[in-house]
């Protein structure tokens, strides 16, 4: 992963500078009675639901981790993610209700609370999956992302940042687009390469590109050995609500039962996540987004996985395997059959890992990149606060992957 200092402009995005001239005005507007720019924000949870479904229906870019369904349920359980406020914009500014259509929506949390900075900025909240891109209406973009600046500058807001987007993505063109007719500029923080695939190619010219014939040979070798052991490899798609209400189980027990589960990071294990995540799936199920995907050995599933849908996209949220199985790489040999059943499904163009960057399972199987970063909105020209949040972000990056580093190094001894 790089920093901005290490990344070549994006779309034309522009870093400015930060010196202690600016640090001593910022330090003088961020006064303490403004750096918690919350007044006039509402709960996430006053928002209308079915105009949030509308309005995701009618998004200029997908985003599985902003339907309703999934960031309700993670605002309402999910251990460091509940309590998050909306920025929104109607078409009719005046009325926020069913009657008037919800064209912008951005969950949001302080940039305190998103980094321990005391500085008056709104961060997009954390859905659980890496992608934060807002919702905005196709037929009243431009207009959708001036209302949510408005929004957060009434709110005392000097700055939005934008966590986990595509840095190409059409939502975040238009938030380039404005914020140049307003004679302002993105600041890219940093940004990485994750994996996605193009679902429009057949599975086979997919992974036929993307792994040797030695590769594909030895996986095949593999699956063919764990059905003589272990009885007829299937692969089983969850779609409907007591469908998915039933494997979400057996990906929850194959989850804990790996190295996340001796860590105590599984979802199983925290009660809040746990309730989360049965809650999220059962919702989107009711609207045909939420499958989870088994793989069975005979009658013992040995891989799982939770994908989401919206609109032409889908998003793989997380892999849970039997890890007794792990000579027959269970993980990989579900995100084969994965593959098979994304391309074979006429509405999907792409399908998102929602993965981090250089993951060692999926990049080799899916060989497309989706250009993933943090971004600064600056909400007005020239200001002094903007600078001091860019240099608090930056150090505080530098210092978590020093620390990221050490972990690593620890951990491999």
């Known amino acids: 992963m790089r920093n901005v200092a290490e990344t070549a402009d994006i779309a034309g995005l522009s870093r400015p500078s930060v010196n202690d001239g600016e640090s001593k005005r910022a ?5 303490p009675t403004q750096n918690s720019p919350r007044a006039g924000l509402k709960p996430l949870t006053s928002v209308p639901v079915e105009q949030w479904r509308n309005l995701a229906e009618r998004a200029i870019e997908p985003n599985g981790y902003y339907l309703p369904a999934w960031e309700l349920a993670v605002n309402a359980t999910a251990p460091g993610r509940t309590g998050a ?13 069913e009657a008037a259509p919800l064209i912008g929506l951005l969950p949001v949390i302080s940039l305190w609370r998103a980094y321990k900075i005391p500085l008056p900025a709104w961060a997009s909240a954390s859905p659980y999956g890496t992608l934060c891109t807002p919702l905005l209406d196709r037929s009243h973009t ?18 939005l ?7 190409s993505g059409t939502a975040m063109k238009a938030f380039t687009r404005v914020l140049r007719q307003e004679g302002l500029h993105p600041i890219v923080l940093h940004s990485h390469l994750r994996a996605c695939l193009d679902a429009r190619r057949p599975a086979n010219d997919v992974l036929c590109d993307a792994l040797s014939a030695k590769k594909l040979k030895e996986l095949r070798r593999q699956r063919n050995r764990l059905a003589e052991q272990h009885g007829a490899v299937r692969f089983e798609v969850a779609r409907s609500v007591d469908e998915v209400a039933e494997a979400i189980e057996i990906f929850l027990a194959l989850e804990a039962s790996g190295w996340k589960g001796e860590r105590g990071t599984a979802l199983g294990q925290d009660e809040g996540d746990l309730n989360f995540i049965r809650r999220a799936t059962r ?6 987004q939420c499958e989870i995907v088994t793989m069975r050995a005979g009658e013992t599933p040995v891989a799982a996985a939770v994908v989401l849908r919206h609109q032409d996209r889908a998003f793989y949220f997380k892999l849970g395997i039997d890890e007794s199985f792990s000579r027959f790489s269970p993980g990989v040999q579900l995100t084969l059959d994965l593959t098979r059943h994304l391309c074979a499904d006429a509405v999907l163009v792409t399908a998102d890992s929602t993965a981090s960057a250089h993951h060692p399972m999926i990049n080799p199987i899916w060989r497309g990149r989706l250009r993933i970063g ?15 949040v860019h240099a608090a972000m930056k150090l505080r990056h530098g210092l978590r992957e020093v620390a990221r580093r050490a972990v690593h190094l620890i951990r491999n001894r």
Do not use: C, Y
């Open 283 to 288: 919702g989107l199920a009711e609207t045909a």
């Open 85 to 97: 406020f909306a920025l929104s914009a109607w078409q009719d500014a005046s009325a926020a209700t």
């Open 374 to 388: 943090d971004v600064i909105l600056p909400l007005r020209r020239n200001d002094p606060v903007v600078s001091a």
């Open 142 to 159: 431009d207009e959708a992302v001036r209302r949510l600046m408005k929004q957060a500058r009434a709110a005392g807001a000097r700055a």
């Open 27 to 31: 330090h003088a507007a961020a006064a």
């Open 161 to 167: 940042i934008l966590r986990d987007v595509s840095l």
